[in-house]
Every structure is written in structure tokens, then in C-alpha cells.
T-cell receptor, first 111, second 117 residues
């Protein structure tokens, strides 16, 4: 799977929007962009995924650059519960069994 | 709907011993994946089972083995434990097919914390 690059850590104030960046310059045309997050002492949980168009769900929005070499996960109003490690993952078209995690971005939310 | 469950929660073993970790997949899911997460690192893929057969394997030695049962629950077995095997072991289930789709979501359990002394 292609590699992703994320900042090690970020901070946000509670109830402020948060933009978590991810670079994936070697992305291929069939790679989907997935985001998972891992709250303290829990397993990872799915957040959102997309291919080319921006995506919205109840948890977050995913903004994908036109050249697909970067993407941004947007939390519209950070809460204390959003403090977690956020992982940006690329999954290839066919036969991609696993999720290939990097170190992710540790998000701290300040009350 | 019951989520993914794992047992035990914590486990302490000594070097050279063998360990079995268990996972019950989410209702309706026939695919189970196992991951190892060392402290401060992201999870690393061990292997995946689809309908009782191994469907893909990461870069782990043969002393890491697994089983999936007809009810789609799964076991991870690790023989000849080493100190570096100390980690959080995560199980994830998904409603997959043999041709795994890039859009399949994996649902993770809370993990088993293994300490090897």
C-alpha cells in the first residue's frame, strides 16, 4: 500500500473546528482514502473514507485535493471525546486485505 | 447488535510459553483480521481469515497462527513467546467477501494486552 504522512501531534480548543492533514503523494488511481481513530484504551474505529469527491458523515468531513495527493479530515466542532490518534490509510483496489497503519496524528483537545 | 469482543483483557506470560487469544466477531461478519500494536505504534497486520481459511498474511513468523470457526469466531495462537511479543492484540471483523473491497469497514474489538516477562 502507498505511504501516508501525517503530523505527529496537533492541539485544538474545545468546540473549535479541527483540520487534520494527510499527504499521500504516491497514491494510485484505485486507492481509497480511509480515516480511523483510536481513543485511549480502545481499538481503532472507522471515521470516514473517500475516493475523489469530498465526503460528509455524522462524525466528520473528508476533503480530498483535486490531484488526490493530499486530504484533510475535518471535525467541525471538537469535543473532549474527540481526543484520539487519527490514522490516514490508503487501501488499494482489489486484494487489499489489511489496513496499513502509520503512527497517526495524536489530537489533544483543550477544554 | 453485539460488537467485536475479545478475551482475555489482559494476560501475562513468560518467555517461551504459548498463548491463545480469542475473538468473537460482530453479528453477520464472516471475515476476521488480527493486528499487533506495540506501545506508541500503529497496529500491524498479522493475518486475516475468511470463512475458516487464511485469506492474507502480514510479515509475521509462522509461530503466529490462527483459526476461524464455523460461527466466525477466531483464535490467535503465538508459540515460543518472545519479549518483543508484548503488545496489544486487536481483532477486527468485517462483512467481507474473498475479493476484499477497498470500501470494507473493519470493526475493532478493545484488544488483549499481552505482557511477556
Amino acid at each position: 500500500d502507498a505511504k501516508t504522512t501525517q503530523p505527529n501531534s496537533m492541539e485544538s480548543n474545545e468546540e473549535e473546528p479541527v483540520h487534520l492533514p494527510c499527504n499521500h503523494s504516491t497514491i494510485s488511481g484505485t486507492d481509497y482514502i480511509h480515516w480511523y481513530r483510536q481513543l485511549p484504551s480502545q481499538g481503532p474505529e472507522y471515521v470516514i473514507h473517500g475516493l475523489t469527491s469530498n465526503v460528509n458523515n455524522r462524525m466528520a468531513s473528508l476533503a480530498i485535493a483535486e490531484d488526490r495527493k493530499s486530504s484533510t479530515l475535518i471535525l467541525h466542532r471538537a469535543t473532549l471525546r474527540d481526543a484520539a490518534v487519527y490514522y490516514c490509510i490508503l487501501r488499494r483496489g482489489a486484494g487489499s486485505y489489511q489496513l496499513t497503519f502509520g503512527k497517526g496524528t495524536k489530537l489533544s483537545v483543550i477544554p | 447488535e453485539t460488537g467485536v469482543t475479545q478475551s482475555p483483557t489482559h494476560l501475562i506470560k513468560t518467555r517461551g510459553q504459548q498463548v491463545t487469544l480469542r475473538c468473537s466477531s460482530q453479528s453477520g461478519h464472516n471475515t476476521v483480521s488480527w493486528y499487533q500494536q506495540a506501545l506508541g505504534q500503529g497496529p500491524q497486520f498479522i493475518f486475516q481469515y475468511y470463512r475458516e481459511e487464511e485469506n492474507g498474511r502480514g510479515n509475521f513468523p509462522p509461530r503466529f497462527s490462527g483459526l476461524q470457526f464455523p460461527n466466525y469466531s477466531s483464535e490467535l495462537n503465538v508459540n515460543a513467546l518472545e519479549l518483543d511479543d508484548s503488545a496489544l492484540y486487536l481483532c477486527a471483523s468485517s462483512p467481507g467477501t474473498r475479493a476484499i473491497r477497498s470500501t470494507d469497514t473493519q470493526y475493532f474489538g478493545p484488544g488483549t494486552r499481552l505482557t511477556v516477562l
